[in-house]
C-alpha cells in the first residue's frame, strides 16, 4: 500500500498505455492470486467491459467478462461506482440523521432499509413500538415488496430483450408509490419509518387507494405474468440456466428469493421472526429448481404471499398510537444491537454498536444484493455472454445497495 | 435635414421579394416567347422526346430507380413512427404526441435530429470501411425494392429471375454489417458483426429454400409472374397451400430483418447497440433506414410471395365497369367541368338555402360547392379504384404489406430476445429441415396432381 | 410451458394487442401536473409577505427540525448586532469531529472555543447541577449564568447546550429573546423597566417616558457615551403594586417619574454639546 | 458468553476463528449454516471482526466476535473455506479497515479504487469538510463578528453557498 499504482482512472494510463484500450488488463502489477489467473488471457480469449456504462446493469456495475467467442469463460464483477460511504456518514450522524442516509441505499425498496436500522436502534434503547406502528410497518413493507417484485419482472424481461413487461412493471409500481406517497409524503426516499414508530397514521386517501389496488391487483398483475410465464422463448433461455443447488446457494450466504429457489425456506419473517409477522398467516413459497426460472417464478409467488399479508394486516389493524414517547436526543446505553428484515431481495440486516454518545459508535449496513451477486462469479463460466444478462436480472442486484 | 430614398425600404417584405420576382418572371416569358416564335424551344422538346421514346426502357428503368429511391424515404418514417406509436400504445403509454397531428411528424424529427448529428469516426477505426459499411447496407435493401411489384405493371424491372436477383441483393447487406462490425475497433461491434453474420447467413438458407415451394408451384421466378398465378380469390394465395412454407419464411424474414426476437446484431440488453454501437449522425440513420426499408421490404415480399401481391383477397363480385370513358366526350367533356359545379353547387345550395333562411344565398351557395367538391373528389376516387387496376392494386398491396408491417412491431412489443445458440440451433434443426419436408411435399403433390 | 407449442407466445401476443386499445396511463406532464400529496415534503423556499419582505426571522426552528440537517443559514439577531449562523457546518460538524477525536483517543481540539479567552465553568456547572441540568429550566439557568458573568459570554452557551443537550440554537434563542439577558459585556449602569400590564397601569408608562426623555433613548437603548442603558426587565408578576423599576439590578421601590428622571440625569456622564 | 437483547454473544481469539467457526458449521447441535453478515469493528485501540450466524436448531441470532486484532496489523483467518460467500464481505472489511483476512483468494480494495492507500472506516480516518480543514475559520459563528480570530488561514466558505 506504499507504493502509488497508477489508477484505473488516470486519463493518462489510458493514453500512453494503448495495451489497455485492447485488452482493458490494469496497469498495474496483480495484487491477488485471483487477479493474476483472471487477467492472464489463453489464446482465442478477450476481456470485455460489461458496464460501468452499458444498458442493462442495473446500474453502475462494471462486469470485466473474459470471452471466448460468444462463451463467457470467468468474469470479474468490479464494483464502487456508487460507493457513498453511507456507513462512514451514518457514523456521523446522530440516530435520527443516521435512517435519512440509509434511505438512497437500495433505491427500489427504501422502507425496507429504513426499517432495519431503525429496528436496531430500537433494540439499543429497548423500545417498545406501538402495535399499531407494527402493523403499519407491516402493510407499507409489503406493498413495497410487491412493487419491487412487479418491476423485477419488468427488469428481468428487459434485460433478456422484451421491452413491453418493464412498463406493466411500473404501472404497478406507480400505483404503489402514489399509494404511499400518500401516506409517507415522497414517492422514492419515503423516510417514513422513525426510532419508535412511524412518520404518520394511515390517511384516508391512502386507504382508498389502497383498497381500489386491492380489488385488481392480483388480477391484474397475473394477466402481466402471462407475457413472459408460459413463453417459450422465455422460458427456454431461463429454465436450466444458472443453477445454484442447496449447498451452493447456502455456501454463497444467498438470501431472499434466490435461496427460497433453490429449495431452502430462510425467510427472516419466519427465521428470526420481527414485528407482528408471528400473528401473520403467510406461506414462504419455495422451488427446487435453483435455475433463473425458478428464481422469476418465485417471486410471481411472494406477490401473492404479500398480497394475502396486507388483505390480514387491513382486517386486524389495531387502534392506538403510532409513534413510542422518544426523545429528540438519543443517547442509548452503550451495547451491541443486529436487526435483519426480510427485504424484497434477501436479508437486509443492519449492525449497531452505540457507545453512548448520540451517534451510532458503528453503524454497518448487511445488503442481499451485496452476497447475491457473488453468485454470478461461479455461475457464469461456460454460459453465454447472452446469459450474463439473464442471471444477473434472476439475481435481482440493485448497484444502489450494493455500493452503498 | 435630407432624407436618403431608398427604394426597397419602402417596401414590404412579401413587396422585397416579389418585385425581383416580377423582373425575372417577364425575362423569362419574353425568352420562352421568343423561343417558341423562332421554333427553337419546340425543336428541342421534339428532339429530347425523341431520343426519350428511342430509349423507353432505360428512361422507364431511371424513373422507377428514383421512385424507389425516394420512395424508402417516407416508408421508413412511417415504419419508424408505427414503431414509435404501436409499441407505446401496447405499453400502454401514448408515445410521440407532440411534432405534427398525433405526433406523426416525429419521425421525420428524429430523421432532422439525426442529420444534425456530428459525424463520429473513432481512433482505431478503419476509416474506409467505416465509412462505407452503411451505404452499403442501405444501397443493398434499395436495390432489392427494384423487383418488388407494388400493383399490377408497377415495378421497377420484372427480370424473371427477381427471386434470385431478391435474394442475392438482400444478402449483400450481410456484408455491410459485417463491415460495420470490424471496422469500428469495438468489441461490441465485432461481436454484433459477427453475429449479424452467422444469423444472415445461416437464415438465408431456410428462407431461400421456403420459398422454392412457391417457385415450383408458380412455374416462375419473377415476382410478378408469382403474384398472377394467385390471383383470383383468397383461395389461391400461396399460403393456403403452403402454409408450412409460409411459417419458415415468416420466421426466417424475422432472422432476415434483425428483428425481435431474432435482433441479437443490435441486442441492447448484451452487446449495446451491435455493430452501430460507435455510428453517429447519418451513418447511424443509413443503417435504421436500411433497417426499416427491410422490414418493409420483407413484408412486402411475403405479401407477394404467399399473400396474393396486389390482388384482392375476394374478386369483384359482379363487373361493374363504367363505361363512360372520358376521352370520348371531346368538348362535352369541357362543358361538364364548367358547368358541372355551377348546377351541383347551386342543387346542393337549394335546399340549404330553403331551410336556412337566414342565410344569404352565397353563403349557402359556397358550402354547395365544398359539398360538391368532396362529392366530385369521391366519385373520381371510385372511378379510378374501379377502373384503374394499378392504383386498386397499390392499395391492396400496401394494405397486406402493412399489416405485416404491424405484426413485426407487435412481436418486437411482446417478445423477448433468443439466444445466440438457440437461434442457430433453430435455423439448422427446425427451419431447414421444416422447409425440405415442405419442398418433398410440394415436388409429390405437384407429381400426384399434374403428372 | 405449455403443451402445445407456441401457445405461450400467441397469449402473449393476445395480451399485446389487447392492451393496444386500452386506455392509455401516461400523465401528459406540462399539461396535467401530478397532485402533490399533503404531505409531502418538498422543495424548502422562504415566504414573503404581501410587502415583499423576507418573513424569516432566523428562528432556527426549520434549521433544527430538518432531519438530515440541509438547512443551512445565517442573518443577524433581533437586534441586528450579531451574525449568527446555524447550519451542517456550526452545529454538526463539529460535534462529529469532536467525537471521532475522542473516540480515537486524541485531545479535543474545539475550533470555536480557540477564538474565546477561556471561560472558567467550574460556577456554571454547579449552577448547572443544581438545575439538574434540564432544558426546560433554561430561563432561570440563563439568568443566574448572567449573573455570574455580568453577561451570558457564548462560551457559556456552548457549555450549557453541551450540559443539557439542548441544541445551541434554543439556547441562543432563548438568550437572545429575553431583553434582560444580554450577550455582550454590560454597560456601566443599566436601568430596567418592566413593561408588564400591571406595572404599566401602576405608573410605568409614565416612568418609562420620563425616563426615555431625560436619557434620550428609547427603551433598549444605550446612551450615547455608553454609560447608561434603558433595558426592558421583567418583574415576573412580584411588582406588588408599584412600577418596576431597577438599577442595575436592584429594584428601586417607590420611584416615582420625576425621580426616575433625577435618577437617570444623576448616571449619565457630562452632557454632550447640544443636548440638553 | 453475555446475552443482551435477543442476541447471543461469544468473543473469541483470532488464533481459535477457524475452530469455532467449524465446529459452529458442522456440529450437528450447532449447524449455524447461514452466515448472516461479516463486520469490521474499530474499537479506538484495536479491531474486531463481528460474525452473525443463524442456525435452525434455534432462531436466535448467533454473533461471534474475534477480539483484540492488533491495530497496525490486524489478521484473521478467513471464513471462505466455510462460506464462500464471504468474500466480498471481507474484502469490504480490508476496504473499510484494513483487516487482512488470511486465505481469502480474492482480498483486494471492493468499494475504493484501486491505488487508494487508507481505510474509510476506521476512526482515525476524518470526513474532510470545513471546520476539519481550517480550524476555526470554516467555522462561521456569532464569535467571529464579535471577536475575529488571529490567524491567518483563508477562510473557507461553506460548501452550502
Redesign the interface.
Given at each position: 500500500?506504499?507504493t502509488?499504482?497508477?489508477?484505473?482512472?488516470d486519463p493518462r494510463v489510458l493514453v500512453q498505455t494503448p495495451a489497455t484500450?485492447y485488452d482493458a488488463i490494469?496497469p498495474?502489477a496483480p495484487?491477488?492470486?485471483?487477479?493474476a489467473e483472471f487477467y492472464t488471457l489463453r489464446d482465442g480469449e478477450?476481456l470485455?467491459n460489461m458496464g460501468p456504462q452499458?444498458?442493462?446493469t442495473h446500474g453502475v456495475l462494471r462486469l470485466v467478462l473474459k470471452i471466448e467467442g460468444?462463451r463467457v469463460s470467468d468474469l470479474d464483477p468490479v464494483?464502487?461506482y456508487l460507493?457513498r460511504?453511507i456507513?462512514?456518514?451514518g457514523?456521523?450522524?446522530d440516530y435520527?440523521?443516521a435512517?435519512?442516509?440509509t434511505d438512497p441505499l437500495e433505491y427500489i425498496s427504501s422502507l425496507f432499509n429504513e426499517l432495519a436500522p431503525v429496528m436496531a436502534f430500537e433494540?439499543l434503547l429497548?423500545l417498545r413500538v406501538p402495535r399499531r406502528a407494527e402493523y403499519i410497518r407491516v402493510l407499507s413493507c409489503e406493498l413495497l415488496r410487491i412493487a419491487s417484485h412487479a418491476l423485477f419482472m419488468g427488469w428481468m424481461?428487459?434485460?433478456?430483450?422484451?421491452?413491453?413487461p418493464i412498463?406493466?412493471g411500473f404501472?404497478e409500481r406507480?400505483e404503489i408509490v402514489e399509494m404511499l406517497?400518500?401516506?409517507?409524503?415522497?414517492r422514492m426516499l419515503f423516510?417514513y419509518m422513525r426510532i419508535g414508530g412511524v412518520n404518520?397514521d394511515l390517511?384516508h386517501?391512502f386507504l382508498s387507494r389502497l383498497g381500489d389496488w386491492m380489488s385488481r391487483a392480483l388480477r391484474e398483475i397475473e394477466?402481466?405474468t402471462?407475457?413472459?410465464?408460459?413463453?417459450?422463448?422465455?422460458?427456454?433461455?431461463t429454465?436450466g440456466l444458472g443453477v445454484i443447488d442447496r449447498r451452493m446457494a447456502?455456501?454463497?450466504?444467498?438470501?431472499g428469493p434466490n435461496v427460497r429457489a433453490s429449495g431452502i425456506p430462510?425467510d427472516v419473517r419466519r427465521?428470526?421472526?420481527y414485528g407482528v409477522y408471528p400473528e401473520l398467516e403467510f406461506d414462504i413459497p419455495t422451488r427446487d429448481e435453483g435455475d433463473s426460472y425458478a428464481r422469476y417464478m418465485l417471486r410471481v409467488d411472494e406477490i401473492k404471499q404479500s398480497i394475502r399479508i396486507i388483505d390480514q394486516v387491513l382486517h386486524r389493524m389495531p387502534d392506538g398510537p403510532v409513534m413510542a414517547k422518544v426523545p429528540r436526543?438519543i443517547t442509548p446505553r452503550p451495547?451491541?444491537?443486529?436487526a435483519?428484515i426480510e427485504s424484497p431481495r434477501g436479508?437486509y440486516?443492519c449492525?449497531a454498536?452505540s457507545?453512548g454518545?448520540d451517534?451510532p459508535?458503528?453503524f454497518?449496513i448487511?445488503d442481499p444484493s451485496?452476497?447475491n451477486?457473488?453468485a454470478v462469479v461461479?455461475l457464469m463460466p461456460g454460459n453465454?455472454?447472452?446469459?450474463?444478462?439473464a442471471v444477473m436480472a434472476s439475481l435481482d442486484p440493485v448497484m444502489g445497495g450494493i455500493?452503498? | 435635414m435630407s432624407v436618403v430614398v431608398r427604394p426597397s425600404g419602402r417596401l414590404s417584405p412579401t413587396g422585397r421579394v416579389m418585385v425581383p420576382a416580377l423582373g425575372v418572371l417577364v425575362l423569362l416569358v419574353v425568352v420562352l416567347l421568343a423561343g417558341i416564335g423562332t421554333g427553337i424551344i419546340p425543336a428541342i422538346v421534339i428532339w429530347i422526346g425523341g431520343v426519350l421514346l428511342a430509349n423507353i426502357a432505360i428512361v422507364r428503368f431511371v424513373v422507377a430507380a428514383t421512385a424507389v429511391l425516394l420512395f424508402t424515404i417516407p416508408t421508413a418514417f412511417v415504419i419508424i413512427f408505427m414503431e414509435l406509436k404501436v409499441i407505446a400504445f401496447m405499453n400502454l403509454r401514448i408515445g410521440p404526441n407532440r411534432v405534427g397531428p398525433w405526433g406523426t411528424l416525429a419521425s421525420v424529427v428524429h430523421g432532422l435530429k439525426v442529420l444534425s448529428k456530428e459525424d463520429f469516426t473513432p481512433t482505431g477505426a478503419d476509416v474506409s470501411v467505416f465509412t462505407l459499411a452503411p451505404v452499403v447496407t442501405f444501397v443493398a435493401s434499395v436495390m432489392a425494392f427494384m423487383v418488388l411489384p407494388f400493383g399490377p405493371g408497377l415495378f421497377g424491372a420484372d427480370l424473371n429471375v427477381g427471386m434470385l436477383y431478391f435474394f442475392a441483393v438482400g444478402g449483400l447487406g450481410v456484408v455491410g454489417l459485417l463491415m460495420a462490425g470490424w471496422s469500428s475497433f469495438n468489441k461490441y461491434s465485432l461481436l454484433g458483426g459477427l453475429r449479424s453474420a452467422a444469423q444472415m447467413v445461416s437464415y438465408e438458407i431456410p428462407l431461400t429454400l421456403s420459398v422454392v415451394g412457391v417457385i415450383m408451384l408458380a412455374g416462375t421466378m419473377s415476382l410478378n409472374g408469382i403474384v398472377q398465378a394467385q390471383s383470383g380469390s383468397f383461395l389461391d394465395w400461396f399460403v393456403v397451400r403452403q402454409p408450412l412454407a409460409f411459417l419458415v419464411f415468416f420466421i426466417a424474414a424475422t432472422a432476415e430483418a434483425n428483428r425481435t426476437p431474432f435482433d441479437l446484431t443490435e441486442a441492447d440488453s448484451e452487446i449495446v447497440a451491435g455493430f452501430a454501437t460507435e455510428y453517429s449522425g447519418m451513418r447511424f440513420g443509413f443503417f435504421f433506414f436500411a433497417e426499416y426499408v427491410n422490414v418493409f421490404l420483407l413484408s412486402g415480399l411475403a405479401v407477394v410471395l404467399f399473400f396474393g401481391g396486389w390482388t384482392a383477397p375476394v374478386p369483384w363480385p359482379w363487373p361493374v365497369h363504367i363505361l363512360v370513358a372520358p376521352g370520348e366526350l371531346g368538348l362535352g367533356l369541357l362543358a361538364i367541368v364548367i358547368l358541372a359545379p355551377l348546377v351541383g353547387s347551386t342543387l346542393l345550395a337549394l335546399p340549404l338555402w330553403m331551410l336556412r333562411s337566414s342565410w344569404p344565398f352565397w353563403r349557402a351557395w359556397i358550402l354547395g360547392l365544398v359539398l360538391f367538391t368532396l362529392l366530385a373528389i369521391g366519385a373520381i376516387g371510385i372511378y379510378l379504384l374501379i377502373n384503374l387496376d394499378a392504383l386498386l392494386g397499390i392499395v391492396w398491396f400496401f394494405a397486406k404489406s402493412y399489416v405485416f408491417v404491424f405484426t413485426f412491431v407487435w412481436m418486437r412489443a411482446t417478445l423477448p430476445r433468443i439466444r445466440i445458440d438457440q437461434l442457430m440451433g433453430l435455423a439448422w434443426k427446425w427451419l431447414l429441415p421444416a422447409s425440405l419436408v415442405n419442398l418433398f411435399l410440394t415436388a409429390l403433390a405437384i407429381l400426384v396432381v399434374h403428372p | 410451458m405449455s403443451f402445445v407449442p407456441g401457445l405461450g407466445i400467441v397469449k402473449g401476443m393476445t395480451l399485446t394487442l389487447r392492451r393496444f386499445f386500452q386506455p392509455k396511463v401516461t400523465v401528459q406532464y406540462p399539461e396535467q401536473v401530478a397532485p402533490i400529496p399533503p404531505r409531502h415534503r418538498g422543495r424548502l423556499q422562504l415566504l414573503y409577505d404581501e410587502w415583499g419582505a423576507l418573513k424569516c426571522e432566523t428562528c432556527f426552528q426549520c434549521a433544527m427540525a430538518c432531519p438530515i440537517e440541509c438547512i443551512d443559514m445565517g442573518g443577524t439577531d433581533t437586534k441586528d448586532r450579531f451574525h449568527v449562523h446555524w447550519g451542517p457546518p456550526e452545529q454538526y460538524a463539529e460535534r462529529r469531529e469532536e467525537l471521532a477525536l475522542r473516540r480515537s483517543g486524541r485531545p479535543v481540539p474545539d475550533p470555536a472555543f480557540a477564538s474565546f479567552s477561556p471561560l472558567d465553568t467550574s460556577d456554571l456547572d454547579r449552577l448547572l447541577e443544581a438545575e439538574e441540568y434540564d432544558p426546560a429550566r433554561m430561563l432561570p439557568i440563563l439568568e443566574q449564568t448572567q449573573a455570574l458573568y455580568g453577561y451570558i459570554p457564548v462560551a457559556a452557551i456552548k457549555h450549557i447546550a453541551n450540559a443539557t443537550g439542548a441544541w445551541y440554537a434554543e439556547v441562543y434563542g432563548t438568550a437572545s429573546f429575553y431583553g434582560q439577558l444580554h450577550l455582550e459585556p454590560p454597560t456601566r449602569h443599566t436601568i430596567g423597566i418592566c413593561r408588564c400590564p400591571a406595572c404599566s397601569l401602576f405608573g410605568g408608562g409614565a416612568i418609562r417616558t420620563a425616563l426615555e426623555q431625560a436619557l434620550g433613548v428609547p427603551l433598549g437603548g444605550t446612551t450615547l457615551d455608553g454609560f447608561v442603558s434603558l433595558e426592558p426587565d421583567d418583574c415576573h408578576g412580584e411588582n406588588g403594586g408599584a412600577p418596576w423599576v431597577t438599577l442595575d439590578g436592584a429594584r428601586q421601590p417607590g420611584i416615582t417619574a420625576a425621580g426616575a428622571a433625577q435618577l437617570a440625569r444623576s448616571l449619565a456622564g457630562p452632557a454632550p454639546a447640544g443636548r440638553a | 458468553m453475555r446475552q443482551r437483547h435477543d442476541q447471543t454473544e461469544i468473543r473469541i481469539a483470532a488464533g481459535s476463528t477457524v475452530d469455532v467457526l467449524r465446529t459452529l458449521h458442522d456440529d450437528p447441535a450447532f449447524r449455524f449454516e447461514v452466515l448472516a453478515d461479516v463486520a469490521g469493528v474499530d474499537t479506538g485501540d484495536s479491531m474486531q471482526v463481528v460474525y452473525h450466524l443463524w442456525s435452525e436448531t434455534t432462531p436466535d441470532w448467533l454473533r461471534v466476535i474475534v477480539v483484540d486484532l492488533a491495530r497496525d496489523d490486524p489478521r484473521v483467518p478467513s471464513a471462505t473455506f466455510l462460506w464462500k460467500g464471504a468474500e466480498w464481505m471481507e474484502r469490504e472489511a480490508y476496504d473499510m479497515f484494513g483487516i487482512v483476512f488470511e486465505g481469502n483468494r480474492d482480498l483486494r480494495r471492493i468499494y475504493m479504487p484501486p491505488d487508494y492507500t487508507s481505510f474509510p472506516l476506521r476512526k482515525d480516518f476524518f470526513i474532510a469538510d470545513d471546520s476539519a480543514r481550517s480550524p476555526g475559520q470554516g467555522v462561521r459563528h456569532m464569535e467571529q463578528v464579535h471577536a475575529p480570530a488571529e490567524s491567518s488561514a483563508p477562510i473557507r466558505r461553506s460548501r452550502a453557498r
Open positions: 500500500m506504499t502509488q499504482i497508477p489508477s484505473l482512472d484500450i490494469p498495474y495484487r491477488t492470486e485471483r487477479e478477450m470485455v452499458h444498458p442493462s460468444e464494483l464502487g460507493h460511504g456507513e462512514k456518514l457514523e456521523n450522524a435520527h440523521h435512517i435519512c442516509y433494540q429497548d424481461a428487459l434485460d433478456l430483450g422484451g421491452l413491453t412498463l406493466y404501472i406507480d406517497a400518500a401516506l409517507t409524503g415522497q423516510n404518520g390517511n386517501e394477466a402481466n402471462t407475457l413472459l410465464n408460459e413463453n417459450e422463448i422465455f422460458v427456454k433461455r429454465r447456502l455456501g454463497l450466504g444467498l438470501t430462510y427465521a428470526h421472526p436526543r451495547g451491541r444491537a443486529w435483519a436479508q440486516g449492525y454498536i457507545d454518545t451517534q459508535y458503528r454497518r448487511h451485496f452476497v451477486l457473488q461461479p453465454l455472454l447472452a446469459d450474463t444478462m455500493d452503498k | - | - | -
